[in-house]
T-cell receptor, first 111, second 110 residues
Framework: DSGVTQTPKHLITATGQRVTLRCSPR?????VYWYQQSLDQGLQFLIQ???????AKGNILERFSAQQFPDLHSELNLSSLELGDSALYFC??????????FGPGTRLTVL | AQRVTQPEKLLSVFKGAPVELKCNYS??????LFWYVQYSRQRLQLLLR??SRESIKGFTADLNKGETSFHLKKPFAQEEDSAMYYC????????????FGGGTRLMVKP
């Protein structure tokens, strides 16, 4: 699959825990974006990386952090998890023409 | 700050009827507008973007800067059009992040 991939597909954890979500962009895409989709907030931009550097920040909580590695994959770290962090987390990547291609998402459930 | 509004959470039409999914935006500059579609259990896919002025799967959308709208239209709805539709914008000096509307669920009944 040459598209955007995300692992794991589902994650169930408890409050207070820490999890890491992983994203592999399309081949050749330098930009990676993270979005959160929840019932009450809709789809919200969290953070963007471009070729390893943070490019833009949205409504990302201080408990959340991300990074992009030299091979361009990205990880989103969520710590001190709360019930309200339960959501679908999407990763997207883009190349030269600004079209963002989305991954299948990771569904996080915090119990 | 920029904002995208999709006033209808659910739109239900019969097969063959015209469809219009509304999208309004607020931004003082010149954003780029998109429509994304999410079919059941699938990932978000780009349907169309205003700069390309294409018609995809029979859908069109015209950017109306005066009314700050980017409504999505199709003259004859098909059952396979049933999905969630999201309007989004990006402003190029902000890293190209997408600001999404709340989404409209389109149901096309047979």
């Amino acid at each position: 699959d040459s598209g955007v991939t995300q692992t794991p597909k589902h994650l169930i954890t408890a409050t207070g825990q820490r999890v890491t979500l992983r994203c592999s962009p399309r081949s050749g895409d330098l930009s990676v974006y993270w979005y959160q989709q929840s019932l009450d907030q809709g789809l919200q931009f969290l953070i963007q990386y471009y070729n390893g550097e943070e490019r833009a920040k949205g409504n990302i909580l201080e408990r959340f952090s991300a990074q992009q590695f030299p091979d361009l994959h990205s990880e989103l770290n969520l710590s001190s998890l709360e019930l309200g962090d339960s959501a679908l987390y999407f990763c997207a990547s883009s190349g030269d023409y600004n079209e963002q291609f989305f991954g299948p998402g990771t569904r996080l459930t915090v119990l | 700050a920029q904002r995208v509004t999709q006033p209808e959470k659910l739109l239900s039409v019969f097969k063959g009827a015209p469809v219009e999914l509304k999208c309004n935006y607020s931004y003082s500059g010149s954003p780029e507008l998109f429509w994304y579609v999410q079919y059941s259990r699938q990932r978000l896919q780009l349907l169309l973007r205003h700069i390309s002025r294409e018609s995809i799967k029979g859908f069109t959308a015209d950017l109306n800067k005066g009314e700050t709208s980017f409504h999505l239209k199709k003259p004859f709805a098909q059952e396979e059009d049933s999905a969630m539709y999201y309007c989004a914008l990006t402003i190029n000096n902000a890293g190209n992040m997408l600001t999404f509307g709340g989404g409209t669920r389109l149901m096309v009944k047979p």
